[in-house]
């Protein structure tokens, strides 16, 4: 079976709102990436760039209203031989679009997992 164009994987996990007691669907969002050079202990500086996101406006919002606990990948990045840093957050329905209408680019594959 060939995979629409369409499906972006929408959600990976449905909760139940504590308030109207009904299934909400929740996005697993990337709200922020930054990159790095090569260096010896790339945890170490990442921690700066990291804090910095988190005393922001979006990543105070993000730290408040996400589902879980946002997560943070660290990747290889060949093109610069250095590191690509990923911080995912799962937002529910409503605060999905809250983030894409404030702070969020159009909404491509790349953007939701």
Known sequence: MAKSNTTLY??????LDE???LPVKVYNVRVH?????????????AAGPILDWQESEAGKW???HAVEKPTL????????????YLIFA???DKDYT???????????????Y
């Not at 990436?33 to 945890?43: A, I, K």
């Not at 209408?101 to 594959?109: D, I, N, V, Y």
């Open 10 to 15: 929408e959600y990976d996990l449905v909760h």
């Open 90 to 92: 799962k937002l529910a």
């Open 19 to 21: 308030v109207a007691d």
């Open 62 to 64: 993000v730290m408040k």
């Open 98 to 112: 809250f983030w894409c209408l404030k702070w969020g680019k159009p909404t491509t594959s790349r953007d939701i």
């Open 33 to 45: 990436q930054f990159s790095m050079g090569d260096v010896e202990d790339p945890e170490i500086y």
């Open 73 to 84: 990948q660290q990747t290889i990045d060949h093109y610069t031989m250095g590191y690509k």
